[in-house]
């Protein structure tokens, strides 16, 4: 099956700063998810990207399907950005494949 | 729009004993997904309903099964449950047509096992 790798998978900020989150990945895909969890358990959408470049408000995403990769940017980070960030990506319409996540911890 | 909602929120079972997990999907959605996410690890699948039909299954032993209705809801029932199966239950709706293959999650249900 697809291995997703996802770095760093720890990432202490301080409020303000900018990030860039990475997810490599082994086989071609045509499903590609961020997602953000919360400390309640439950993923947020972030982007749904397997290919191309997207931007909502803060965050971007960029995946390079032909060289197997994602990168995800938050700029001007917030405490409330802090959770864990998931990659997910799929060779079919069927399952998501997730890498390990990064934990983001944004402090004051 | 109604999200993905899924039932119980908590539940405490014991070793041996079976259960069963609810999940709605989001309106306009025809596929549900489970998902098993262990403390500390991303999600892993189960399996995927679509038509009322098992279309995809990961690594997961028989005891785990499940079903899905006419108004795509579906269940997730485990039986003989092990300590092992601690762990919160994600459910994802998506709809299968058009090439574009986004899954939306539900709160999830987090199932102890003692």
């Known amino acids: 099956g697809i291995q997703v790798e996802q770095s760093p998978p720890d990432l202490i900020l301080q409020e303000g700063a900018n990030s860039t989150l990475r997810c490599n990945f082994s086989?071609?895909?045509?499903?590609l998810q961020w997602f953000h969890q919360n400390p309640w358990g439950q993923l947020i959408n972030l982007f749904y990207i397997p290919s191309g470049t997207k931007q909502n408000g803060r965050l971007s995403a960029t995946t390079v399907a032909t060289e197997r990769y994602s990168l995800l940017y938050i700029s001007s980070s917030q405490t409330t950005d802090s959770g864990v960030y998931f990659c997910?990506?799929?060779?079919?319409?069927?399952?998501?494949?997730f890498g390990s996540g990064t934990q983001l911890t944004v402090l004051p | 729009e109604t999200g993905v909602t899924q039932s119980p929120t908590h539940l405490i079972k014991t070793r041996g004993q079976q259960v069963t997990l609810r999940c709605s999907s989001q309106?306009?959605?025809?596929?549900v997904s489970w998902y098993q996410q262990a403390l500390g690890q991303g999600p892993q699948f189960i399996f995927q309903?679509?038509?009322?039909?098992?279309?995809g299954r990961g690594n997961f032993p028989p005891r785990f099964s499940g079903l899905q209705f006419p108004n795509y809801s579906s269940e997730l029932n485990v039986n003989a449950l092990e300590l092992d199966d601690s762990a919160l239950y994600l459910c994802a709706s998506s709809l299968l047509a058009g090439g574009i293959y986004e899954q939306y999650f539900g709160p999830g249900t987090r199932l102890t096992v003692t």
């Open positions: 309106s306009g959605h025809n596929t």
């Open positions: 086989d071609s895909v045509n499903n």
């Open positions: 309903y679509y038509r009322e039909e098992e279309n």
């Open positions: 997910a990506v799929g060779s079919s319409a069927r399952q998501l494949t």
